[in-house]
């Protein structure tokens, strides 16, 4: 049925479906990559940053803490910032300026999470839709045909094909990539939340 067909003839001859389903997959690979750089971007031992913030706060010395978390990428150095500039306010004040910017650093690593969650799981019904469509094409052409044989349906079975492997191959890296990506938000939190609580005992404690 598709012979030695290339790529870009494949797509031609899956239809108005498939190249719908190309370009999401564009925007959906561009935004795997963005979160992936930007997570990379990220990539830091906390258990360091920690001992070295210690270190500054128990001598007092604020000033090279605030440089240490301008020079730290991430959230967690965020965090802290948003701490250090509000570590003359009570523990509950503190934490609560240390959890507001958290939740705003949340909201910037969450960014286009929706899209990528959306695309994965619409893609594979754009994918059906388009095989419905190839299916009635075939009993279209089967119609007018005369007694023809299984060369008459194969443009529709063709594109129905194609249209249902393509809403996969868009679908399953974006499942892929969101579950990852959801996985990492969570254990940055999670570093967040723990270094957040550190530092507020370092201050009681300095």
């Not at 108005?16 to 997959?25: A, C, K, M, N, W």
């Not at 306010?89 to 958290?102: F, K, S, V, Y």
Request: with cysteine; proline share 3%.
């Amino acid at each position: 049925m598709f012979g030695d067909l290339s790529f870009w003839q494949m797509i031609v001859k899956g239809g108005i479906t498939v190249f719908l389903l190309l370009l999401v997959s564009i925007w959906s690979w561009w935004i795997i990559a963005e979160k992936t750089m930007r997570f990379l971007s990220m990539k830091l031992d906390t258990r360091d940053f920690m001992d070295k913030l210690r270190k500054n706060v128990m001598k007092k010395d604020f000033d090279a803490a605030i440089t240490l978390c301008q020079t730290t990428p991430g959230p967690v150095a965020a965090v802290i910032y948003a701490g250090i500039k509000n570590r003359e306010l009570d523990r509950p004040r503190l934490e609560g300026a240390m959890q507001r910017e958290l939740n705003y650093e949340a909201e910037r690593m969450q960014k286009f999470l929706d899209i990528l969650g959306t695309i994965g799981n619409v893609t594979p019904f754009v994918g059906l839709f388009g095989t419905v469509l190839g299916i009635i094409r075939a009993f279209h052409d089967l119609s007018l045909s005369s007694g023809g044989g299984p060369s008459v349906v194969a443009d529709g079975i063709a594109e129905a094909l194609i249209a249902t492997a393509a809403g996969l191959f868009v679908a399953v890296p974006a499942v892929v990539a969101y579950n990852i990506f959801v996985k990492k938000i969570d254990s940055i939190e999670t570093q967040c939340i723990n270094a957040a609580s550190e530092f507020a005992d370092m201050i009681e404690e300095a």
